[in-house]
């Protein structure tokens, strides 16, 4: 806990669905000077607002989670948009961090940035063995270029930068928007949605055979605090739970815990992603000691629970 006393810290996307539970972490562990930019005040992808927000709150430690994110449609829908804004605002922040002597910089990358077909469970080594799913390979390479900048500015500069890989999380106050949220979420809002209506089917994108693996928000907010805390080398770790369930698994447990008993019907026209999605992570638990605590069954009944209550259907 002495770690935080006296740090003053910056959090990027701090308000953002994972920043929310990473700053609640932060002031449990007793760090009293946490900063949290807002893109409305302060644009990431510009150099100058980078250069004024580190010499006002002159911080010993960034954590770097602003993003671009979405799902598989977004993704596809703006590649360039997802290449450009995520690359500039790592590449300039990083950058300018080593200019004003931040003490450690922890960069957050993607399960997108491995090889569309990694064999399973995918190792950290594995990164570099071939090219993303196409849907979100411009995501994926703009966070691994944090880091090939980070590696590069240890062996340059000595600069302390780390990167880590988390997979998909979920959990309550996750973004429900059907333009931009990820699979879970998505998923939980069609049932909901179709029994609000009185609809007797949901459609739903692909064939249903890939498998993905999820991690509840409050473990990966743990993992990213516990590696702020021990971890200092620019190998890349993994961030998981170490269990994989396939998309028609997790339809049909999705359905069944939401209370939707109608039809699922599949659109194979619209694409899978990803075959699987398995991590190692027993670098993690070497590391810095970080093993996922919440079950997913138990973490996806407090996520429905909270989107239900949210849009006042009952739980």
Known sequence: MKFWDNK?????GGAGFLGRSIVHLLERRGCKNIFVPRKKDCDLRKAENI??????????????????????????????????????MGVELMEQARQFDVEKFVGIGTICAYPKFTKVPFKERDLWNGYPEETNASYGLAKK??????????????????????VNLYGPGDNFSPKTSHVIPSLIKKCCDAMIAGAQTITVWGTG?????????????RAIVLASERYNKSDPVNIGSGKEISIKDLVKLIAEMTGFKGKIIWDPTQPDGQ???LLDVS???KEFGFEAKIKFREGLRQTIDWYKKKIGLSV
């Open 8 to 12: 003053r810290v910056v959090v990027t």
């Open 51 to 88: 250069s004024r927000l580190l010499e006002e709150t002159k911080p010993h430690l960034i954590i770097h989670l602003a993003a671009v994110v979405g799902g598989i449609g977004v993704n596809r829908a703006h590649p360039g948009q997802f290449f450009y804004d995520n690359i500039v």
């Open 145 to 166: 270029m944090l880091l090939v900048q980070s590696q590069a500015y240890r062996q340059e500069y000595g600069f302390n930068s780390i990167f880590l890989l988390p």
């Open 209 to 221: 055979k890939p498998t993905r693996e999820f991690l509840y928000v409050e473990d990966a907010a």
């Open 275 to 277: 075959p699987r999605r």
């Open 283 to 285: 670098l993690a638990k």
